[in-house]
């Protein structure tokens, strides 16, 4: 199966600071890389599909790149709100895998 | 809007099977696949499989095949996760999620507890 790498497990960040974390995978998997966040509590929310779709509702600070093996999700200008855990998941191949999650925490 | 919306909480001892459903409503319910997801505390997700809404194909991931059967109801828009044969660590939250590929739609979730 694919494995999802994610960088970095933890980050500690400051209100409107540029947030970069990154997906790794094993095999390429085209386009067909997801990221969601989730809450405490909540379910997971997509944020971005197929690599760098950005989704109506989503705010305009996060977006997505990359294809094949790496990808990117990039918050500018961090909320407080955005404090969760980033996850992404790939559907390109059966069994379909997640990463292990990028939780982030402001100081 | 589109919703989502999974049965409650369940507590089950171990070696029983437990049922989850999912009732879906804003879409059509044949147009979109459903997938389950779980996430045991403190773990990853742990996709589990997906069946199509349209003719009712499954595909399950390794892990579990001969344990889990997905089906559906298309009368009612309402998915359905049956495990079999729990063990504790089987305890976790069962998520279903639908909406195309990227799975843009999600349950609230499900806590299945399996405990002695």
């Known amino acids: 199966e694919i494995v999802l790498t994610q960088s970095p497990d933890f980050q500690s960040v400051t209100p409107k600071e540029k947030v970069i974390i990154t997906c790794r995978a094993s095999?390429?998997?085209?386009?067909?890389l997801h990221w969601f966040q989730q809450k405490p509590d909540q379910s997971p929310k997509l944020l971005i599909k197929?690599?760098?779709q950005s989704l109506s509702g989503v705010p305009s600070r996060f977006s997505g790149g990359g294809s094949g093996t790496d990808f990117t999700l990039i918050i500018n200008s961090l909320e407080p709100e955005d404090v969760a855990t980033y996850y992404c998941?790939?559907?390109?191949?059966?069994?379909?895998?997640f990463g292990q999650g990028t939780k982030l925490e402001i100081k | 809007q589109v919703q989502l919306v999974q049965s409650g909480t369940e507590v089950k001892t171990p070696g029983a099977s437990v049922k989850v459903s999912c009732k879906a409503s804003?879409?059509?319910?044949?147009?979109?696949?459903i997938i389950w997801v779980r996430q045991a505390p403190g773990q990853v997700f742990e996709w589990m499989g997906w069946?199509?809404?349209?003719?009712?194909?499954?595909n399950y991931a390794p892990k579990f095949q001969g344990r889990v059967t997905m089906t559906t109801d298309t009368s009612t828009s309402t998915a359905y996760l049956e495990l079999r044969s729990l063990r504790s660590d089987d305890t976790a939250v069962y998520y279903c999620?639908?909406?195309?590929?990227?799975?843009?739609?999600w349950g609230q979730g499900t806590l299945v507890t399996v405990s002695s």
């Open positions: 095999q390429s998997v085209g386009s067909n």
């Open positions: 999620a639908s909406g195309g590929s990227a799975h843009d739609y």
């Open positions: 197929f690599a760098s």
């Open positions: 998941h790939q559907s390109d191949a059966s069994p379909n895998t």
């Open positions: 069946i199509s809404a349209y003719n009712g194909n499954t």
């Open positions: 804003g879409y059509t319910f044949t147009t979109y696949g």
